[in-house]
Structure formats: C-alpha cells, structure tokens
C-alpha cells in the first residue's frame, strides 16, 4: 500500500460500504488501518459501530468519500473519487437538498424527473442560457441545446441531441423544452411562424402516440428523431420527423392502471359536443380499448380540454376540420370495432350474431357494408398453387384478427398524421444545417420480456456502442491536444452483444428464417437458438427451468425474453380480406389510408422506423409481385435496417447525450430512491461514462488554478516566476508516484483520488496553520487575564492596606475625643450644680419682693373697680333714654320706605307684562343686568347705611364705658359714703347685674347677624359657582365644537391631500406605463423600418430601372411624406417586390406600418389627454377645496365670534354681580325675605333662563353644523343677497314665534354676510393702506438717502461733489432703464401672442374665405399678405443668428452635416451640438422667410438622415452618443425659441428677439421628440452589446481581491477561470469602459440630466445580467464571492461618487445584487438568522432568496451548508409576500426616457462655421 493510501485510511476517515436497502451507506473509520489488517472497524452514522470484514483473496478497500466541499458539483467528473457511491450520493445531494434535478456528467447531462412543475424554463430563463458557454452555468438543458445551437453555426457540421431513459424518466418533456429553446432563440427565416408549427407538432404527436403506464402518466410509446433545419443565418426553416416502433398492442390491450392512447378518452370526453353526435361515443368505460386498463381518469388532466389543444395545433399545421372529423371518425370506428362480440359456432368457427349495434356503427363510420365485414371477420382466404378456398376461423382467432385490423388501421393512421405533420413543416428555403432531437426508449427490462423489448434493448445496445465510442474519442483528443503519453483505456466494448443480434445467424436471422419457414413455431426458433449460441456465446445462456426462453447479457444487465408470441409479432400479419373491404370503402379519407398497400413493403404499412420519411422506406422491386410473401420484410429487419440508418445520421452528426433518470415508482416529488437511480445509472451509461473517466486522468487543473488553489502546499522558496515550474517541483515532493499525474501544455492530470489526497494535505495545513493561530491567540487571551488578575490583586493589596491604616487612625482619633468629651462633662456637671444653688436664691428673692407689690396692687385695684362701677351705672340710665328714641325713629323710616317700594314694584310689575319689556329682553341681558346692578346697588347703600348704625351703637357704647368709668371713679371717692348706704349699694348692684344682661344680648344678636351674614355670603359665593359652572360648561361645548370643526377640517384635509397624493401617483405611474408602451411601439416601428428597408434593399438589385416617382410606401404622418432618399423609387420597388417576393407580405408589411402609426398615434393623443386630465384634475381639486375651505372657515370664525363675544358679555356680568353681593354681604337690609332679596332672586332666575336658552342654541348649532357646513359650500353670493332680502321684506309680515325666529335667523345670516363683506373691504383697505405706506416708506427712504447724499456731497470739494452728482444720476437713470426694459419685454410678449393670435385667425379667415371664393387662393398667401408688412420692419440690417442657404443647397447640407460628418473630429476641435446649432440657425432663415415648404424640408431631411446614419453606423457608440447629443440640443432650441412663456425663462432679450416668428413647429417637435427616443434605446442598445460580454466576467468570476474565493475542481465542463489572463475581462474592464461611455456623452454635450439616465440604465442592466448569472451558477454562491460581490459593488458606486452621480438612481438598481451578496455572507442557522433575512432581502423575490439558499456552496471544509429546515423557514416567512414567481430579471428592460428641458446659453449670432465642416455656401444674416 503506497503512502498516499495509508494516509487517506485513518482514524475519522469516511468510506462507503455496500448496503441492501440504500446500496451504499457512509460510515466512518474509528481506528486506523493498517497493511495487513483483515477488517476495518466502521461507525456509522447513526452512531452504530460496525466491523467491515475486507475480502481476503482482492483485500480491497472500500470506496473512500469526496471532501465535502466536492459534494454537489455541477460535473460529476470533478469529483476526486470517481465511483459508483460518489456518483449516486452526488445526486442525491443535488436532487434533494439543493432541488436541482440537472447534473453534468462529462458530456452527458442528467436529468432526474421532480414530478414537479418548476419555473426554469420561462424565456427570461432561455435568454439567460444564450450565447453562453456550456460550463460557465448551471447544468440544463437550455445549456445542452445552446451547446448543440453554437457547434452547428460555429463548426459548421449537423448536431444530434440524444435523450434516452426509461419511462417516466422524462424523455418527451426534455426533448420538448430542447426545441422550445431552439424555436426561441433562432426565429423564424419567414413569416410563417415555422417555430410554432414545430412546437405545435408536439400535442399531437402526444395525442397520438401517448399513453398512461404504471410509470409515467404521459409515457412515449415511440421513438422519434426531429430534424429541425435552419438556414445559412441560423433561423428555422422547417422541421423532419422519423418515428420509430409505435406500440400497436396498446390499441387492443392495456395492463392494470394503465390506458390507451390519450386520443381515445379525449374523443369520449367531449362526445357530448354538438359535431360529435354522430360518432356515437360515450364514456370511456363503454368501450373493451379503453376499460381494460381500469384506470379512464389521469389526475389533474381535462381530456376534453386537451382534445381542444390538439385540434388548435391540427389546425395550426394546415389540417382543416373536416380532415380533422375524418381522423376522429376513424378512432371512433376502431373503437367501436373493439366492442364487436365474435361468438362460438361450434369448435372451428365463430359468428358475429346479426344487427350488432357496434359492428353496424363500424361500417357506417367507414363506409363499408355490413356483411363483407362480418364475413371476412370470421373467415379467412387461403391460396395454394391451383386453387383457393375459405376457412372459417375459431373464435380466438377471429377475435385476434378484429384486434390485428384495429391495430392496422391504427398504425395507418398514425402514418398519415406524421406524414402530413410532415408536410406542414417542410419549406421551399434550401436547408444550410439540421440539428436532431432523438426522443427513443431506454433500456427496458420486466418480468415478461417479449419482442418489444427485445427490439428496445437492441437499439440502446447500439446506441450505447455509439456513445462509448464518441466518450472514447473526447478523451483520445484531450489527450493528444495536451501532448501526453496515453495508454489504450479499456472499456466495455458491446460489439459482440451487438454480434449475436444482428449478425449472420445471429437471433434476428434465425428469427426471419423461421418466419420464412410453412410450419414455424417459437419453439422450433428457441432450439435453433439453442444450437447454435449455447456453446458458442458466453453472452447467449439458456435458464434452467424453460426450454421456451433465452437470456442475453446485455451492456447494462441480463435480460430472459419468452420466445412466446416472437414469430407472429415479427410476421405482423393482418388479412387480406379485410384489408381489401377497407380499400373499397366510401370513406375519402379510409381509402386514402389504404393507397400505398401495394407499394407497401410490409404486410402491415407500418414499418417501425419509418413514420412519413420515404426515404427510409425500402423500395421493392416493381417487377415482381409486391404482395408475394418472399419479398416481404418483417418487423425485425425492418427496424434493423432503420436502426442503421439512425446510427449513420447520428454518427454524422455531433451528438449531445441527454440520460433521463427516474428518481421513483410512485410519481412522488423530489424522492429519491436509490435502487431504482443506481439501476438506470448503469443501464443508460453513466457509470461507463465514470468508469472510462476514472481509468484516465479524471482531474484536470490549469497551472494558474492549481498554484492558486494549493499555494498554502508551497514554502517561500518553491515560489518561482514560472508557475508551470512551481507546479511541478511542489507536485513531485507531494505525489511520489509520478504516475499519479501528468504535465500536459496548459493543465495538470491527476488519477482518481488525487485531488482528494491533495485537499487533505491542503486541509491539514490549513488546520495545522489555524491551531497555530488558536493557540497563540489563546496565549495572548491567558496573558492578558492573568496580567489582568495580577493587576487586580495588587489594586485589592493596596485598598486593604489603605483600609487598615484609616482605621488606625480612626481609634486615635476617637481616643483623643474620648478624653476631650470626659474633660467637658466633668466640667458641666460643675458649673450645673453653681447655677442650682445660684438660681434657688434668686427664687427666694423673688418671692418675697412679688408677695409686697400684690398686697400694694390689690389696694390701688379695689378703688379703681369702685370708680368703674359708678361710670357704668351712670351710662345706663343714659343708654335707656337714647335707645327708646331710636327705635321711634327707625320705626319710622321703614314705614316710609315699604309704601314707597312697594309703588316701585308695583311699577315694575306693569312694564314687565308690556311688549316693550319683552322686546328689552329679546334684545339681550343688558337691561336686566342693569336693573340687576341697580338693585345691588341700593342693597349695597342700605348695607352701608346698617354698618354706619353699628359704628354708632358701638362708639356710644364706648363713650358710655367710659363715663361709667368716670362714675366708677367717683364712687371710689365716695365709697365710703357707699357703705353706710348699703341698701343703696344693692340696688345700683342689681340694676349693674341688668345691664350685663343686656349687654350679653347685645352681643348675641350682633353674633346672629354676623352669622346670618356669612351663610349668606356662602349662598352668593354657591350660586355665583354654579354661573362659573355652567360658564365653563359653555366654554367647553364651544371648544369641543371648535376642535371638532378643526378634527373634520384636518380629517377633510388629509382626505383631499391622500386622494391627490394616490391620484397623482396612479397617474404617474399610468403616465410611465404609457411612456413605456409609447417608447416601445417606437420601437416596434423602428425594427418594421428596418426591415422594410432591408427588404428594399434585397429587391434592389442591379439590373433594374427605376422611375422617379413622388409617392413613397413607406410615408407616414410624423415623417410628413418626405422621405428624400427613398421617395423616388418606392413605386417602382413596389414592382420588383412582386417579382421577387411575395406580394402578400409587402401588404402586410405596410398594413403593420400604418397600424403601428395608427396606435403611435392613438397613443400619443392619450398620453397628452392623460396629461391634459392630471392637471385639470389637479387644478379642480385645488380650486375646491380652497372654496370649501374658505365658505366653512368664514362661516366657523363667524360662529365662533358670535358665540365668544356672548360668552364675554355673560361673563362681565357675572363679574359685576359677585362684586356687588360681595359688598353687600355685611348689610342686614339684604337679608332673606326681605325685598331687595325678592328681587335679586327674580334677576338671577331670569339670568338663568337666558343662560338655559343660549345653551339650546348652542346644541342647535352643533346639530345644524354639518348640514349647514355643505349648503355653504355651494351657496352663491347672488343667491344669499337675494334671499336676505326677501327676508327682510317679509319681516312686517310675519305673526307667529316661529316665523319671527326664522326672521331672526335670516337676520342673524344677513347681518354675518354683511359683516363678512365689510371684513373683505376691510382687508382690501387695510392692504391698499399698507402698499400706500410702503410707498411712503419708499418715498421716505428716498428722501432721507437724498439727503445723505447731498449732505455727503456738501461735505465734499467742488470737482468731487460734482462726479458723485453724476455717479448718482447715472446709477438712478440705469435702475429706471431696466425698469423699463423689463416692462418694454412684457409688452414685446403680449404683442407676440397677440401676432400668433391675430395669424391664426387671418388664416382661419382665409380658408373661409377660400372656401367660399370662387377662385384657387391657397392659404399660405393669404398668411402671407397680413406677415410681411409686421415683419420686414422689425429686422436691422446687421442682425446675426440666421444662416441662409439657396434651395439647391439642402442636399449639401445635410450630407456634409450629418451624413459624411465624423463624431470624433467635432466633438474634440469644436463646441458641443455644433451641428445642432448650425441646422436650428437654417430653420430660423426659413423662418423668417415664411418659406413653410423650406422648413417642412430641410426638418424632414434631417430627420431622414439622422435615420440613415444611425442604421449605417448603428453599431458605433460614439456615432449614436453624438447624435443623440445634437437630436436632443436641436429640440431644445426649437423650445427655446418657439416662444412660448414656458421656455422663455431662462432667455436672454436677445435669445428672445431670436425666436421664431412665423411657424408653430410643435409638431415637429414631437416627430423629434420620437426620433430622440429611438436613437437613445439605439444607445442602450450598443451599450449593452459592449458591456454584455464584460459584466459577468468583471463582476462574478474575476478575483478582484486575490486568494480569497478558493478554486474548486471543474470538470470536463470548463468554467470560465477566474484567474486573470490575457482578454479576460475584469472589473477594472468595466469601469473603464463606463469611463468611456461617460466621457464620449460629456464631450458630445450630452445633458446631465440624460446622462443620469444613461448610467442608470447601465448599472440596471449590470446588476440584473450579474443575479441572474448568480442564481444560475451554483459555483459562485459562496461566501468569498459574496465578498467580491460587495467589494465590486462598492468600487461602481465609488465610481459613481467620482462622477457625482450619486443621486441618477443608479446605485438603486443595484440593491437587489447587493441583498444577494449580503445573503451569501450572513449567518443561516437559527431563527433570529431567517428573520433577519427576510428584513434585509425586501429587493429579492422568495424565488431568488430560496434559490441562493439552495445553491449556496462552500468552498472550503470551514464553511456550512444551509440546512432543509432553515430553506423551509425561510419559505414560511415570505409566503405572504405578493410578489411575481418570476426567478429571473428582466435584461431587456429599459427604462421611460424623458428629456427635461434644458436651455443654452450661447448666443446664435457668436456661433461660428469652421471651414473643415466644407458649408462655405451658408451664408450668415
């Protein structure tokens, strides 16, 4: 064992071993094995250990697996390990995981069947796959095709695509979608639509030849071969097919769950159609054909819908309906033929009972009598040599012959529908190349094989030796084209299977002879067999247990046939009889059918292989009798005749092998059986394909991959300049054995395994390398933590130590305080106890001294209270007299006053019935207020009059204390005198006693009135609460009122402002769409143009006369019949175009013309009414909700200043009122009851009631809000004014409440129109009073600056002062001169629009006037009479901007201006749109002559030119960047100049006086407009041819930073590497070429603005051809080219920022590749992971973002792949996204160009011709 092998088996190594279910399982080695050890111990995965016994005589080892990283490569052969398990594992992975159901395997594409609809194969998908190298995307079979299309035109030699598979596999929908691509991508040569037709042949062919098995609902039960022609352009011309061993028994017999064709249930499905009546059918279950297989019904298949598919396509290839009820006249007879009951007669004959309803259908379908069939049904002619005679024929018998017939006729018609399919698509075009479609059965093995199979088996084994030798040959030239030795491979070689077929007594031989022999049976055929292969062929065996079966050794596997059945199948015998009833039918199209039978070279018509080619059919000899049975072929020889004429095309073409796998028995999408997949990699050759590879050098690198891949493998050293000599030092110190690789010109070979062995060496060291990396990284983590935790230590060290010595000296502290707090205790107890003893003596003192100066006190107060005692006996004597006299008098004055109040009330009472009282009340509160005010005040003067009689009572009662007092004191005098009059003393004792009893209840009532005082204060203070109440009650209504009047304002406002903002934005996007449409008819008439052109040309050859005509076919109303180059031969064209062509095609050439015009047209018009509506719509929008606007605020502010100003008044009142009770609060004379009370009470309640009724309006008003808010909206002032005054005339007339209050209303809305007119006035006022002051103001300023100035200039000396004089003169002079400049402007517009005007209606005049005459004026001199005179004048003699040219001239012009103009020269030496300049400067001579034929002219022959140099030179970017560059200035200035206020703006006085005086060109600026629009998708045309080839090159494959995307094995499939070589294309590529792109517009002058949408239509393009490459190539989803992605990215928009085109939009376009690369970089494992995905990919669709997941790959063993699970997670989250399923982005789309106007500010009179431009015949005016 060599050291590479003992390196690959060790510990953790992972091996297949065989296994019975899944054939090969993965397990993992757990110990290492070594040389001589006699079983390997395995663990597998689901954790079993398992002992793997290796075989003791071969010791070989199981298959090693591929590195992970190698697992679902697009190219089987690039895997390291090239073996069965590898293969099958592989794609399984794909298959399953990833969903891709195409893999390469060498040559051979794999395709494995989903049972599944996926969207892969739309037209977006086809264009991707076009022009492409095969390797460079995913495996397809669009790439197949492409690959098929570009060898035919490339090398020019016929291409074959050869799919095979077993049934289910796929076969016919490969083969379908192969020409699908071919029909897309070439066209058609003509207008016949040839690719439709082909396609179309495809639901018959289904029709006809399809059927249910148990494994495909859609099975092929024949082969085909489809030759599709093309013309020396590469365009289909027609189309050939052959077809090959139609299954006749499936017309008679089907096997459970199986059907017949699909044409029989299609008939009975829709045999309730009226035209089907007669045909007599019904329900599939009727009929014995179509029954049997039990199962009439597919899944999801409307047969009577399929039946209208096919009878389009019949329709669509020429095959009209009444050939088409004749066909289906003929299924319905055979199926009625089958439900014919043949009875038992006796042992030897049978008989079909009389008047059998389906025989009797039978003959009246096909036109025969009823007892010929009958009879020839049940009998038989035999012919001897003298005589013949009729045999009656056993029921078996004649029920086999019924079912011959049935399958004859069939056969026949299938014939004739591939004939005339045929006919349909053959052509008269000669055929330059074919490429073939080869549609064929695979290898079939069952339980019962018979002749069918036999015949299959025998095809693929020649078909198999075919692709051996071809795979053989591919690997042959490799080789020698690499120059390196080669040995002989050895492969299976399957001649001699192939030998015992085909050759000289070989089966079909003997087969034939046996059939040739009177009395030959299957088992006499087996014997022969026996005898003559059994000993002598290995491959021939016999089984043991039959003598009536044989086994062949086939290629792919053993196959035992039955030899039952063999002779009569190959015979295909059908009676004669029978066939000769048919022949004399009345049925057209039966007879028809049967007209070759003698010609025929087989007894049944149908030779398999033939199906309407005659020339595969084998022409017997006509001078012998065709229908002697010795010159009858059979079956097999006929189809080995076939089979060799296919394998001669075949060889003669370049084939393509499609192998089509089954991946399951049970139709179950994306399930994956391995049994099954192994069985038919083996059978179809996809393991020899493996096998021939693996015996050579499978593994193939270029030096530059190689070095790049494997450089970590390479020390500094081994590192040279020469990278071929780097590869091989390094190869021969890692490989050994040197036999294990070769060195060939450009690449390296390595054997199988090697590339394993060499990435583990390169795992290895990388792992080895990120150890070394870990391990110093963790070094570097331990340090620093432990220099961390040393750091911290220290820190806790230094705290401690810290911490220890403050507490030191935290006891010092307390130590020393201690001492210092006993010292002053100590020193407190002392002086406490000195103060004890000091303060008790004190005390003492104090006693003593206070008891003295009581006992003196109480002998000074006992004379004093005597005293007092005197005075206040003395006061109430006096008190008595004086209070009797006052209460006379009061008594008095209240008497007085009730007589008189009681008058007032009376009063009062009798104007309160009056209506002059209710009138004061209508009016408002004032009244009462005042009344109310009034009262309170009296109340108030009553209450004062009461506290000025307190402050009485109380200074007499002070006055009387103190003579009491007095006398008191002089009873103290006398108090002696008291004593001895004791009983004296009692008596004043007692009266004293009496008086303090009064005095008592003076108090107490003085206290009852304070108390009633004050609750009738809180009484005022609750009511006047309960006002502020319901006041703030008010307030809040008329502020809910106000916000919800600003609520619905709002809500209104945001309504109109979104209804606009969604108008203005459907209308934009309708105008985009429109623009787009509009932009793509331009287009569309373009490409028509052209094309007529070309065919103008082609039919213009030498030799033919042509005549001067003025009428062109080609004129239309935007080119305004002027086409000067082509307008005078299109008559006599018209003539050679019969001749040479088809008339029928100019006819509809022009009649696509006019309609095209007709709809450009059409279209623009309603574009401009599209236009002409948003702005009505715009403007009538704004206008009404200014006025509703206005109307509700006018009438809300009204409202609301009524209501406030009702609400101050109420509140001022309230105001007054709780001051005047607030006053009144210490009176007595308010209190209750009384009768100022009474009438405050009434005042108050009548307040309330007013305030009662102000609420009721209040809530009216916000009832009526609504309805009043919309009558206001609408109502007109004429009609307001009109209705006030009727009002007011109807006052004196109305008598009831309710008409006065509606009165009162009208007033209350006259009296608020009038005030909102005064409040209009009042604003026009006040703004006229404002402008007046400012020009006061003004005047002011201007007063006050002379007057600086002229103080300034009296300050000045003499000669100064008079400069600054003149200095300000002339700066006053100017201001005024341009004032009147400005104004002088104003009037020159309105007097040019007064012109245009006045022009307008003169010729309108004129043609009235025309019309009306009897004389032949034209109009253009009647224009011309009212010109002249106003224009001559205004032109000065040396005025410039005009360039004149005589008539002849114009042809000069243009060609030396546009047609033999070269860009470079101009666009360098001279100004931009020069050109531009100079043809606008001619247009405006014309002009100023009114010459109109001279403008209509020169404008078409320049637009015609332009034409004409862009189709000449179309190709050239430069050529169509500068035209674009002067079509758009030349539009521009024709805006500029029209004169229109719009495009005045930004002009000069003397760009004004340059505009156009005479012509409206506005039409011409539209034609221009078109003309603009075309040369621009030109443009972006050339553009995308340039960058096209750039873009996937720069973007993807380039390693833009080196070494970061590691390179993987390719293959046979070569990809384009990614390494930059000499014309590879890189980023740095692209942006120079966008440098180009924008340098060659700026210098032509190009817009900006045009430019911006130049380069947003390149980065749209870049980005979308990018992703789509991306989502097609599985190879560069991974993580590093994520990374290269963005790096490209990054450097566009650098790029970008560089040209200050950030804001054009560009970088926009670029986001959905942006969330593609950001998608292959994130993390994709959790669900925080897919929620983040799903954030971040808003530009992608779900389709793209599940695409990317499953295509993502990982280029090193570091990286993951995306698990099932989390693709599903992915997939639940974005379901509810509504977004279109299409994959790909649209290439072809451009975007709506626009051109803003942009003016120039170069004068026309400075611009100068230089003489290179040769138009020294202009002249300057």
Request: hydrophobic share 35%; proline share 3%.
């Amino acid at each position: 064992m060599n050291r590479e092998l003992a390196y690959m088996f060790v510990d953790c190594a992972r091996v297949w071993i065989p296994d019975v279910e899944d054939v090969w399982k993965s397990a993992e080695l757990s110990k290492d094995y070594k040389n001589g050890d006699a079983s390997l111990q395995l663990m597998l995965e689901d954790g079993t250990n398992l002992e793997h016994k290796l075989d003791p005589k071969t010791k070989n080892l199981p298959y090693l697996r591929n590195p992970d990283i190698l697992v679902g490569e697009n190219d089987l052969t690039a895997l390291s390990y090239l073996h069965e398990p590898a293969v099958l594992h592989n794609l399984k992975v794909r298959f399953i995981d990833s969903k891709l159901i195409y893999t390469y395997c060498g040559i051979v594409l794999v395709a494995i069947n989903p049972y599944e609809t996926l969207p892969i194969y739309g037209t977006d998908i086809i264009n991707a796959y076009s022009g492409q190298n095969m390797g460079d995307m995913d495996p397809h079979i669009f790439a197949v095709a492409e690959e098929a299309y570009k060898q035919m035109a490339r090398d020019e030699r016929n291409q074959s695509i050869i799919v095979s598979g077993e049934s289910g596999a796929g076969k016919t929908v490969s083969a379908k979608y192969a020409m699908r691509y071919f029909a897309t991508v070439s066209g058609s040569a003509s207008e016949a639509n040839v690719e439709e037709k082909v396609l179309a042949s495809n639901p018959i062919m289904e029709a006809i030849g399809n059927a249910k098995t148990t494994r495909n609902d859609n099975s092929s039960r024949f082969g085909k071969y489809i030759e599709i022609g093309f013309d020396n352009r590469y365009r289909i011309i027609g189309a050939n097919m052959r077809t090959y061993l139609l299954e006749k028994s499936r017309v008679v017999f089907q096997a459970d769950e199986e059907r017949n064709y699909h044409i029989f249930y299609q008939l009975c499905a829709s045999s309730h159609l009226p035209e089907f009546k007669n045909l007599k059918l019904s329900n599939a279950n009727d009929f014995l054909y179509t029954r049997q297989g039990c199962s009439p019904v597919i899944d999801g298949v409307d047969d009577s819908k399929e039946l209208g598919t096919t009878r389009h396509a019949f329709s669509l290839l020429g095959i009209n309906e009444s050939y088409q009820m004749g066909l289906f006249q003929v299924l319905a007879a055979i199926l009625h033929l089958g439900n014919v009951q043949i009875k038992d007669k006796d042992s030897d004959s049978s008989i079909i009972p009389t008047n059998n309803h389906h025989l009797t259908k039978f003959c009246e379908l096909v036109g025969v009598t009823y007892e010929d069939m009958a009879q020839w049904l049940c009998h038989r002619k035999l012919k001897t040599a003298s005589e013949t005679y009729i045999k009656t024929l056993p029921r078996l018998q004649a029920t086999n012959a019924r079912d011959a017939l049935s399958k004859h006729i069939y056969a026949k018609l299938f014939n004739w529908i591939v004939e005339h399919v045929n006919k349909a698509l053959i052509t008269n075009i000669k055929q330059h190349s074919f490429i073939g479609v080869l549609d064929i059965y695979g290898f079939e093995t069952f339980e019962i094989n018979s002749f069918e199979q036999f015949c299959i088996n025998y095809a693929n084994e020649k078909l198999q030796q075919q692709f051996n030798m071809h795979v053989f040959k591919l690997e042959q030239e490799e080789y020698m084209k690499e120059q390196i030795p080669w040995t002989l491979i050895d492969f299976y070689d399957n001649q001699p299977c192939i030998n015992l077929i085909e050759a000289k007594m070989g089966v079909l031989d003997l087969l034939d002879e046996e059939c040739r022999m009177p009395k030959g049976s299957d088992d006499s055929w087996a014997q022969k067999l026996y005898n003559t292969h059994l000993k002598t062929c290995s491959l021939f065996e016999k089984p043991r247990m039959s003598n009536r079966a044989f086994i062949i050794q086939h290629f792919a596997d053993k196959v035992e046939y039955q030899c039952d059945g063999f002779l009569e199948k190959n015979k295909d015998t059908v009676n004669e009889e029978q066939i000769k009833v048919l022949k004399a039918s009345k049925f057209d199209l039966l007879v028809e059918l049967f007209q070759d039978e003698g010609k025929a070279t087989t007894p049944t018509g149908q030779p398999p292989g033939m199906g309407g080619r005659t020339r595969l059919s084998v022409k017997p000899d006509k001078s012998r009798d065709t229908s002697s049975k010795e010159h009858k072929k059979t079956v097999g020889c006929q189809f080995r005749n076939s089979l060799q004429m296919l394998m001669e095309t075949l060889n003669a073409t370049t084939p393509h092998y499609v192998r089509c796998i089954k991946p399951n028995d049970f139709k179950q999408a994306f399930s994956f059986d391995p049994k099954r997949a192994v069985q038919q990699l083996r059978a179809c050759g996809v393991l020899e394909t493996i096998r021939i590879s693996a015996a050579g050098f499978p593994s193939r690198w270029t030096y530059q991959e190689f070095f790049s891949r494997y450089r970590v493998l390479m020390k500094q050293k081994d590192v040279l300049s020469d990278k071929k000599l780097t590869c091989r030092n390094v190869l021969e110190k890692l490989v050994e054995d040197q036999d294990k690789y070769q060195f060939g010109k450009t690449k390296i070979f390595f054997r199988a395994g090697q590339v394993a062995y060499l990435e583990k060496l390169r795992a290895d060291k990388l792992r080895a390398a990120c150890i070394r990396i870990q391990k110093t990284i963790r070094c570097w983590l331990a340090r620093k933590k432990y220099l961390r935790k040393r750091d911290a230590a220290i820190t806790i060290q230094r705290f401690t130590r810290g911490y220890q010595a403050r507490c030191l000296a935290k006891f010092m502290r307390r130590t020393q305080a201690a001492t210092i707090i006993q010292k002053y205790q100590k020193m407190y107890v002392a002086r406490k106890r000195y103060r004890q003893k000091q303060a008790a003596a004190l005390a003492i003192q104090t006693i003593l001294r206070s008891y003295m100066a009581r006992q003196k006190y109480q002998a000074l107060l006992r004379e004093h209270k005597a005293v007092i005692i005197q005075k206040h006996a003395r006061g109430w004597l006096a008190r008595c007299w004086y209070k009797r006299c006052l209460s006379s008098i009061v008594y008095l004055q209240c008497c007085t006053r009730r007589m008189i109040a009681r008058r007032e009330l009376k009063k009062l009472k009798i104007e309160a019935r009056s209506v002059e009282h209710f009138k004061k009340l209508n009016k408002g509160m004032e009244n009462k207020i005042m009344q109310l005010q009034r009262k309170i005040d009296e109340q108030t003067k009553e209450n004062k009059s009461v506290n000025e009689k307190l402050t009485g009572l109380e200074n007499t009662y002070t006055t009387e204390s103190e003579r009491l007092r007095g006398e008191l004191g002089r009873l103290r005098g006398v108090e002696e005198e008291a004593k001895s009059k004791g009983n004296q003393v009692k008596c004043l004792l007692e009266e004293l006693e009496k008086l303090k009893k009064e005095l008592r209840t003076t108090k107490q009532e003085k206290k009852t009135i304070e108390d009633w005082s004050q609750s009738y204060k809180g009484e005022m203070e609750k009511l006047v609460s309960e006002l502020k109440d319901q006041n703030g009650l008010l307030k809040t209504e008329k502020d809910d009122l106000n916000r919800l009047i600003q609520e619905q304002n709002q809500q209104m406002t945001e309504k109109m402002a979104r209804a606009i903002a969604a108008e203005t934005q459907q209308l934009e996007t309708d105008l985009n769409e429109e623009r787009s449409r509009y932009q793509n008819l331009l287009t569309e008439h373009l490409r028509l143009e052209e094309k007529f052109d070309d065919l103008k040309e082609h039919i213009s050859k030498p030799g033919h006369r042509r005549t001067d005509s003025t009428h062109s076919s080609n004129e239309s109303e935007y080119t305004f019949n002027s086409e000067f180059a082509e307008s005078e031969d299109a008559s006599h064209a018209a003539e050679d175009l019969t001749r040479g062509m088809d008339t029928s095609l100019t006819l509809k050439l022009q009649k696509r013309l006019k309609e095209l015009e007709q709809e450009k047209q059409s279209l623009r018009n309603e574009l401009e009414n599209k236009e002409e509506q948003f702005q009505r719509a715009r403007a009538r929008d704004e206008s009404e909700f200014k006025k509703a606007r206005g109307a509700e605020l006018e009438y809300e502010s009204l409202k609301r200043q009524e209501l406030e100003s009702e609400n101050k008044k109420l509140k001022h009142n309230l105001a007054d009122m709780r001051k005047s009770l607030l006053g009144s609060a210490a009176s007595s004379a308010g209190a209750p009851g009384s009768p100022a009370y009474k009438v405050l009470l009434d005042q108050l309640n009548s307040s309330c009631e007013e305030l009662e009724v102000r609420k009721e309006e209040v809530l009216i008003l916000r009832s009526q809000l609504v309805s009043q808010k919309e009558a206001m909206q609408h109502k007109d002032e004429k009609e307001t004014m009109t209705e006030v005054a009727v009002h007011v005339e109807d006052v004196s007339k109305l008598k009831d409440a309710d008409e006065l209050k509606q009165a009162y209303i009208g007033l209350k809305d006259t009296n608020r129109l009038l005030e909102h007119q005064l409040q209009t006035q009042r604003r026009s006022y006040d703004s006229e009073v404002e402008s007046l002051r400012g020009e006061l103001q003004n005047v002011k300023e201007e007063n006050n600056r002379q007057q600086q100035l002229l103080a300034q200039n009296l300050q000045l000396p003499p000669e100064a002062r008079i400069e600054a004089s003149l200095q300000h003169e002339i700066t006053r002079l100017t201001n005024e001169n341009l004032d009147l400049m400005e104004q002088l402007e104003k009037q020159d517009r309105t007097i040019r629009k007064l012109k245009k005007q006045l022009k307008v209606y003169s010729k309108r005049i004129g043609e009235m006037g025309a019309g009306q005459a009897e004389g032949q004026t034209s109009p253009g001199q009647m224009v011309d009479e009212p010109i002249r005179p106003v224009n001559i004048p205004r032109r000065e003699k040396d005025f410039q901007g005009m360039l004149e040219y005589k008539k002849e001239d114009e042809m000069k012009l243009v060609k030396n201006l546009i047609l033999e103009l070269k860009p470079r020269g101009v666009a360098v030496n001279l100004i931009p749109g020069l050109p531009a300049y100079i043809l606008f400067m001619c247009v405006r001579h014309a002009d100023y002559l009114n010459d109109d034929q001279k403008v209509r002219t020169l404008l078409t022959s320049t637009i015609n030119s332009i034409k004409k140099i862009l189709k000449k030179r179309g190709d050239d970017f430069e050529t169509v960047s500068f035209w674009l560059a002067n079509t758009c200035r030349f539009l521009h200035c024709l805006k500029q100049y029209s004169g229109d206020d719009v495009f005045m703006k930004h002009n000069t006085s003397r760009q004004n006086e340059h505009c156009l005086s005479n012509f409206d060109l506005t039409e011409y600026r539209s034609v221009i407009s078109d003309l603009a629009i075309q040369i621009y998708q030109q443009l972006i045309k050339c553009m995308e041819n340039t960058l096209q080839p750039m873009i996937v090159s720069g973007m993807l494959e380039h390693e833009t930073i080196q070494g970061v995307s590691g390179v993987k094995p390719t293959g046979l499939r070569k990809r384009t590497s990614s390494i930059a070589d000499e014309g590879t294309y890189t980023l740095d590529s692209i942006l120079r070429q966008l440098n180009a792109f924008h340098s060659t517009m700026c210098q032509h002058g190009t817009d900006p603005e045009l430019i911006k949408q130049v380069v947003k239509q390149q980065f749209y393009v870049i980005g979308a051809v990018t992703l789509n490459n991306l989502l097609l190539r599985k190879d560069m989803c991974s993580w590093s080219k994520g990374m290269q992605i963005r790096y490209n990215v990054s450097q566009l928009e650098e790029w970008l920022r560089d040209k200050n085109l950030m804001n054009c939009g560009a970088k926009e376009t670029l986001e959905p590749l942006i969330q593609a690369a950001q998608l292959l970089q994130v993390k994709k494992k959790t669900d925080e992971d897919a929620k983040a995905i799903c954030s971040m990919c808003l530009a992608l669709t779900t389709a793209q973002i599940v695409k990317v997941l499953n295509l993502y790959t990982p280029v090193n063993e570091f990286e993951e792949r995306v698990s099932v699970s989390f693709i599903r997670n992915i997939q639940t989250r974005l379901r509810d996204r509504c977004e279109s399923p299409q994959l790909l982005m649209d290439t072809k789309m451009i975007y709506p160009i626009t051109f803003p106007f942009n003016p120039s500010s170069l004068a026309l009179e400075s611009i100068q011709i230089p003489s290179s431009l040769n138009l020294s015949f202009l002249t300057r005016v």
